[in-house]
Antibody, heavy 126, light 109 residues
Framework: QVTLRESGPALVKPTETLTLTCTFS??????????VSWIRQSPGKALEWLAR???????YYTPSLETRLTVSKDTSKDQVVLIMANMDPVDTATYYC??????????????????WGKGTTVTVSS | EIVLTQSPGTLSLSPGERATLSCRAS???????IAWYQQKPGQPPRLLTH???SRAAGVPDRFSASGSVTDFTLTISRLEPEDFAMYYC??????????FGPGTKVEIK
């Protein structure tokens, strides 16, 4: 059974750095085509994709937040870490990690988020 | 960057009715780059379809996805009580980035 679980502080102050950990089980980040994404959802708002880390350690970020985000993985621990610098109240949201496998065929690959964690709520307030 | 628009914002229907949800992309996209998700209050999104209209594991066959170029549709053939929820379309781009639409709420009439 594939599961993911997000963990981290529930409350951070403006300008602080947020560190979230995604601990997963039931799959490995080692095989080609396997990735993990981070997505957030502000209260009452739509989903916003933040970052993705791939089996080969390639990393991708949403352009609007790229300078503030860092994603890393520890394959031996089955964990992915997201760091977001310089937190602001507008970053208050539920943060999700999701398994992101590759589909399609060579030259026509695509990625999708098939199993999600329950999410962790982060409030940014002084 | 591709922008996704979903319509209607809210769809009010009765159980047993057919639901048709629209997702429009701001520019031409490959149809297998569109996915659909369902989200209920307090829960994470659940993948419904991906690729060329492939249903995710455990998704009932009353859910089907179609479309091409810029216009994509999620159809629920006969609404069950558990289908009343929020639905998001998502595009995977070659940047590579993921873009979500603003969502359509399917509510009980």
């Amino acid at each position: 059974q594939v599961t993911l679980r997000e963990s981290g502080p529930a409350l951070v102050k403006p300008t602080e750095t947020l560190t979230l950990t995604c601990t997963f089980s039931g799959f490995s980040l080692a095989p080609a085509g396997m990735c993990v994404s981070w997505i957030r959802q502000s209260p009452g708002k739509a989903l916003e994709w933040l970052a993705r880390i791939d089996w080969d350690d390639d990393k991708y970020y949403t352009p609007s937040l790229e300078t503030r985000l860092t994603v890393s993985k520890d394959t031996s621990k089955d964990q992915v870490v997201l760091i977001m610098a310089n937190m602001d109240p507008v970053d208050t949201a539920t943060y999700y990690c999701a398994r992101t496998p590759r589909g399609g065929r060579p030259g026509n690959y695509y990625y999708y988020m098939d199993v999600w964690g329950k999410g962790t709520t982060v409030t940014v307030s002084s | 960057e591709i922008v996704l628009t979903q319509s209607p914002g809210t769809l009010s229907l009765s159980p047993g009715e057919r639901a048709t949800l629209s997702c429009r992309a701001s520019q031409r996209v490959a149809d297998h780059y569109i996915a659909w998700y369902q989200q209920k209050p307090g829960q994470p999104p659940r993948l419904l379809t991906h690729g060329e209209s492939s249903r995710a594991a455990g998704v009932p066959d009353r859910f089907s996805a179609s479309g091409s170029v810029t216009d994509f549709t999620l159809t629920i053939s006969r609404l069950e009580p558990e289908d009343f929820a929020m639905y998001y379309c998502q595009h995977y781009g070659h940047a590579p980035i993921f873009t979500f639409g603003p969502g359509t709420k399917v509510e009980i009439k």
